[in-house]
């Protein structure tokens, strides 16, 4: 059996939509199970096209994959629909019966609580919806007559793969950072965003994985509220070329530095047991392209190697550009 989890290290938009769309051209998963919400977008270019994609998989991009929404999940059903549409997976789409969804007054309450605004949401209904699942009251995937030829029993669907021995993928979404638990509380988001969480929203025992793939951005970001250790102004940004617009809301992102100390403690909470880095071409723009570590300048190979040095986990994967094949892999 091999499972693999992909997590975020920081604030989200570490690139792990780069990553996954990478595992699916690379490695041709059978089954990837997405976890998370709405407010979350996972960015994957493929052949010139770009997709900003807030619940169907990454790997929609290997033809034979099984995508699955887990139990975890809070799903927006006209989202939902409309990304069923675009990817053409509607033949290979499943979306566990349990999952809860996200209602209109979800996202009227989400988009007019002045403490919600101030804590940065994006405004999908995310944590009201949250909020009404703990209470036991909200409606769930099997309640939605729309979503009824895609239900499934995620947990059990990706166990028996696990059992069958095939390549299964768990998809996180944001970053260690916003965690509830672990996060710079009270600007996080509504659940905890670690490798185990995604493990418990799919359904899968931390037995069962084998590797847990951490994700870092060659330098910091984040939207919204909240402290942003090394933060930068958005002169000094735009000058460096780190200049970013979130995927899923077409906020700014701010940005600072890399920092160690936070990569550190992102691993140990997480089990990382492999690193992914990307947008190093931004950071290093001579490795643009790059497919082998060899070609990386020496600054760039010290950056890698003090990353691994300071976290104790190697880094497999290194993006150097939009593209899923823009990657340099040293994996075993």
């Not at 997590?7 to 990478?22: C, L, T």
């Not at 059903?77 to 509607?90: G, H, P």
């Not at 037995?207 to 330098?219: C, D, P, Q, S």
Request: with cysteine; net charge neutral.
């Amino acid at each position: 059996m091999t499972c693999i989890v992909v997590a975020g290290a920081f604030w989200g938009d570490e690139g792990k939509g780069k990553i996954i769309s990478y595992l699916a051209v690379k490695d041709k998963p059978d089954v990837c199970v997405r976890t998370g919400s709405v407010n979350a977008a996972h960015t994957v270019f493929f052949q010139g096209k770009r997709y900003a994609l807030h619940m169907v998989p990454g790997a929609f991009l290997c033809e034979k994959c099984r995508l699955l929404i887990g139990a975890g999940a809070n799903v927006h059903v006209a989202q939902l629909l409309k990304e069923i549409e675009l990817t053409r997976v509607e033949n290979r789409i499943g979306v566990d019966k349990q999952a809860s969804i996200i209602e209109e007054k979800h996202s009227v309450q989400d988009r007019t609580s002045a403490h919600l605004k101030g804590l940065g949401t994006t405004g999908w209904g995310v944590g009201p919806a949250i909020e009404e699942r703990v209470r036991r009251t909200a409606k769930l995937a099997k309640d939605i007559p729309e979503l009824k030829p895609y239900l499934a029993d995620v947990a059990e669907e990706v166990n028996q793969a696990i059992d069958d021995g095939k390549l299964v993928i768990l998809e996180g979404t944001q970053g260690l950072m916003l965690s509830l638990f672990h996060g710079t509380y009270p600007y996080v988001t509504g659940r905890d965003t670690s490798a185990s969480a995604i493990c418990s929203e799919a359904g899968v025992g931390p037995t069962r994985v084998n590797e847990v793939i951490l994700v870092y951005k060659a330098f910091m970001t984040r939207v919204g509220a909240g402290p942003l250790p090394g933060e930068l102004s958005r002169e000094e940004t735009i000058k460096r070329g780190w200049f970013e617009l979130a995927a899923g809301t077409g906020r700014e992102r701010r940005s600072a530095p890399f920092d160690f100390e936070l990569a550190r403690k992102a691993a140990k909470i997480n089990g990382a047991t492999q690193a992914a880095v990307t947008k190093l071409d931004i950071l290093y723009p001579s490795c643009k392209g790059a497919r082998s570590y060899d070609e990386l300048p020496a600054e760039a190979k010290q950056f890698i190697e003090e990353i691994e040095k300071r976290t104790g986990v190697p880094v497999a994967l290194i993006g150097t550009g939009p593209e899923p094949l823009d990657i340099i892999d040293r994996r075993r």
